[in-house]
């Protein structure tokens, strides 16, 4: 069951100066993982944050439509606030606020208007699933920035989660990473692609082939090729997917 | 290559220490000269016959001016500051008003002092009194207020923001929350800098707050004040004893203590803050 799915969906920058996806139609199965891959500038992370309308914040228009459960996300009467709450993201750095680990987990059910007495069980689950639990729970009250990479990230994956979203968008997030924490964040994606809908870009051939399901393939803002993820890397049906993956350009 | 820049180190190092050397002096000049006046009766007693008795009616005076010119500057300066670092769209207007504001921190004391004197207690009858002062005094030191609060927020990294947004926070609850949380630090800074000028600054006090004498403590916001810069330029200009000019440097140590112990307070609150934030990493 495809959980998203755009239709002739452009997007265009500076005034309609740069066009920077072109006609894209593209669907996201539900509790899969589906990675984005292409090379610099090709559209995978202006897509990306197509599907949770953060592109506007930088004054990009967008046409066509982002169907997510059936209904369209650029349509005039949609909430961005609930949108935004349903499709959570973490980014590229990893970007904890400057506060306690616990602080930051509660942000989003407080300004969601959670009840205080909630957030005690919301920041622990939120933290066990992301699998930082087990590290920070003597520690809820130091400051998130005292933690190294790898435990920020996971701290940005438990800030999302903790506003119970249905899809969560990753930019790149373990391309500031090293090694050994994004094997945790990469074995984490699998975990949590049992609940939620995960959308992945990625810079690394590699992490998409072991973690995703399904890959699509943007090329100077189109998508090239869509498909299961075992399929685009051994059988491409197009001549650039093929270069890409094999290594040619990019 | 390696001499050239041994002498240029050389000579920055030597321009620093005849920097500091010259403050140094200034500092050691006043404590010398001043340190003979301080005394219980001189922090605690009211001022009689212009060289007798002590400075309290002026020091409460400062302090009740900078507290009004406070209330006034840092709401204004902290919400401009919001609008312009995070409202505003980039025009040639808003570039302008953003020009027009730096200019008008430019704008020499006195002017703004007569100002309000000509607006504030003639027009609006406020009188000579501690709220035209004050008034004066916040108006005065706005545009720094402004211009380092909207420094300090637009240094919060952009990331911020965006993860505040994604979880779906208003643009309103994003600044509120994680934009001026982070930018506190900054803005006090700003804030006491702006404070150090105002609580300074003599021609616009002269001008509408009182002539620096009152030996009575003001009993309404409407009442003259004293201040201890005032007081300084009366006993400086008008005195004839050499009392009266070892009062004047007492009353500046007492003026620099104050202002001392201000700032210290501050920056003890905003290093404990960046203490809580991260350990200063920012």
């Known amino acids: 069951m495809n959980k998203i799915e755009t239709k002739a969906l452009n997007v265009y920058y500076g005034n309609g100066a740069v066009h920077g996806l072109k006609n894209v139609e593209m669907s996201i199965p539900a509790n899969k993982i589906t990675a984005l891959i292409g090379p610099s500038g090709c559209g995978k992370t202006t897509f990306l944050r197509a599907l949770n309308r953060m592109n506007e914040l930088k004054g990009a228009e967008t046409t066509g439509e982002v169907l997510l459960d059936g209904r369209n996300i650029y ?44 957030l005690d069980k919301i920041v622990e689950e939120s933290l066990r699933k992301a699998a930082l639990w087990d590290e920070v729970s003597d520690r809820l009250e130091e400051s998130a920035l005292g933690f190294s990479g790898g435990q920020q990230q996971r701290l940005c994956i438990a800030r999302a989660l903790a506003v119970n979203p249905e899809i969560i968008l990753f930019d790149e997030p373990c391309s500031a990473l090293d090694p050994i924490s994004t094997a945790r964040i990469e074995e984490l994606l699998t975990e949590l692609k049992q609940e939620y809908t995960l959308v992945i870009v990625t810079h690394n051939m590699q992490q998409a082939a072991r973690v995703s399901d399904f890959t699509g393939f943007f090329l100077m803002g189109e998508l090239i090729e869509c498909g299961r993820t075992a399929k685009i890397f051994e059988r491409p049906e197009d001549k650039r997917t093929e270069d890409y993956i094999t290594g040619r350009y990019g | ?70 209330l006034v500057a840092v709401p204004l300066g902290v919400a401009s500051a919001i609008y312009l670092a995070e409202y505003a769209p980039d025009t040639l207007i808003t570039r302008s008003v953003r020009f027009f504001g730096e200019c008008l921190a430019g704008i020499p004391s006195i002017v703004k002092g007569l100002f309000g004197l000509v607006f504030l207690v003639y027009y609006l009858h406020l009188g000579i009194s501690m709220l035209a002062g004050g008034l004066t005094l916040g108006f005065m030191i706005l545009p720094w207020t402004v211009r380092a609060s909207e420094e300090a927020i637009k240094a919060v990294p952009q990331s911020y923001r965006e993860a505040s947004l994604a979880l779906g926070a208003t643009k309103l609850q994003t600044i509120r929350t994680v934009v001026l949380k982070s930018a506190y630090p900054g803005i006090i800074t700003g804030i006491l800098l702006g404070m150090g000028k105002a609580i300074g600054e003599t021609a616009v006090v002269l001008l509408t707050a009182g002539s620096g004498l009152e030996s009575f403590l003001p009993r309404s916001i409407l009442d003259p004040v004293g201040s201890l810069p005032v007081y300084i330029y009366m006993l400086a200009t008008q005195g004839h004893t050499s009392a009266a000019l070892s009062r004047a440097f007492g009353a500046s140590l007492v003026l620099i203590a104050l202002f001392l112990a201000i700032s210290v307070v501050a920056l003890v609150l905003r290093n404990r803050y960046l203490r809580q934030m991260g350990g200063g990493r920012r």
């Open chain 2, 1 to 70: 290559m390696a001499l050239k820049e041994r002498l240029v180190t050389a000579s920055l190092c030597f321009t620093a220490l005849v920097s500091l050397l010259f403050l140094f002096v200034v500092v050691a000049y006043i404590v010398a000269n001043g340190i003979g006046a301080i005394s219980l009766d001189f922090l605690l007693e009211s001022p009689y016959r212009f060289e007798q008795g002590g400075i309290f009616p002026q020091i409460i005076g400062s302090l009740c001016l900078v507290l009004i010119c406070l």
């Open chain 1, 75 to 118: 349509s005039a009467k949609e909430d961005v606030i609930q949108l935004r709450k349903k499709v959570g993201m973490v980014f590229q750095q990893p970007n904890p606020f400057p506060m306690s680990i616990y602080e930051n987990v509660a942000y989003g059910p407080r300004i969601h208007g959670q009840r205080h007495e909630n």
